[in-house]
């Protein structure tokens, strides 16, 4: 692993974000949303112009390939199951409350046809979250994951399945922290937020490698990441009181989602297919 590449990339992708936080922090609402969305694709940008630096070709060893196998697709459907996993976890939680009346629903119906109520709204929020998640969210999502399950996949090669997953779970959560700061994700504890959103993306990263892998392509992940994002909200529509920490994607309802999908996965791939992608080395 070359250690001087892979400062020169985080500090590439980690620096720019300091100043988007600094600019979402006197923003308007609107623009936070426009803002936070290009920062998807800062990492791509870091992984370009460190390239360019060490004069090596840009795009080469990330695993940017369109041949589709079935990892494809049920890496793409797990993620509504991920979703409602998720609400089904928040709803043990202290406090959650099932409220399908909510403010936020009839906010979200007055927009659909009449005699439209709570399950016809989660239905189009799928439907939608499915088809956003391989178009338009996938682009965005390919910002990251051309850096996190490509560039950093290609830089630890040679290193163990699991290692790869840490380093690249501690980088990829720190480098939220500007945006986690002013809100996202953790708007009511945003500096506890910073390391929730380090251990979320613990907890995220082994799954999204072991599809990456499976794949043959960083599309793979980018899919689950864009799906995953316009799904997992389906949460925040229907619990309340609002609790950032514990409950929806991001809360400790998700984390403890991801580590049951993580030991399903272990599981799978040791006893199942006998592969060993876990102990092994990328």
Known sequence: MNTKKLIVFILLAVIPMIGLGVAVNSASQILVMALSACAMFLPMLAVVITQLIFKEPVLRGLDISFKINRWWVIGWLLMPVLSFAVLGVTLLMPGAKWTPDGEMVQLALQSMPEGFGIWELVGITVISGLFSGFTINAVFAFGEEIAWRGYLMKMFKGKKFLTTALWTGVIWGFWHAPLILNGH??????????????????????????????????????IMHGTFNAVVGITNL?????????????????????????????????????????????
């Open 238 to 282: 229907v619990v309340t009181p609002y609790n950032d920490l514990l409950y929806g994607g991001p809360g400790l309802a998700g984390m403890i989602v991801l580590l049951l999908v993580n030991v399903g996965l272990f599981l799978y791939d040791r006893f199942v297919s006998k592969e060993n992608v876990f102990s092994s080395e990328i």
């Open 185 to 222: 994700n953790y708007p009511q504890h945003p500096v506890a937020g910073v390391f929730m959103m380090v251990l979320f993306c613990l907890l995220l990263t082994p799954m999204l490698m072991y599809f990456r892998l499976k794949g043959g392509s960083v599309i793979v992940p980018a």
